[in-house]
Nanobody, 112 residues
């Protein structure tokens, strides 16, 4: 049974930082495109492809960094200079061809 679990959310002041983690079970994160989405609409934030290339939503470029640790089978989202508009539930998604798996999300709240 595949499981994708996010962690690391919390409350932070504007300008602060958080690091989110996405750990997978029974799924190799390096074999999937791993992505972060946020909020109820599941707005795309960033993704890392199997070959290590990354892409970002314009509003987070220069502030957020996605990375992958194959040994820990974990994907990270380093978020710096956080803004109140970054507030939301952050979801991790693993996708490859027709296989798509979502985590339950972790709440990030940025106070002004």
């Amino acid at each position: 049974q595949v499981q994708v679990v996010e962690s690391g959310g919390g409350l932070v002041q504007a300008g602060g930082s958080l690091r989110l983690s996405c750990t997978a079970s029974n799924l190799n994160v390096s074999s999937f495109t791993m992505a972060w989405f946020r909020q109820a609409q599941r707005e795309f934030v960033t993704q890392i492809f199997r070959d290590g290339r990354t892409s970002y939503r314009d509003s987070v470029k220069g502030r957020f960094t996605i990375s992958r640790d194959n040994a820990k089978n974990t994907v990270y989202l380093e978020m710096n200079n956080l803004k109140p508009e970054d507030t939301g539930v952050y979801y991790c998604r693993a996708a490859y061809l027709s296989s798509v798996y979502w985590g339950q999300g972790t709440q990030v709240t940025v106070s002004s």
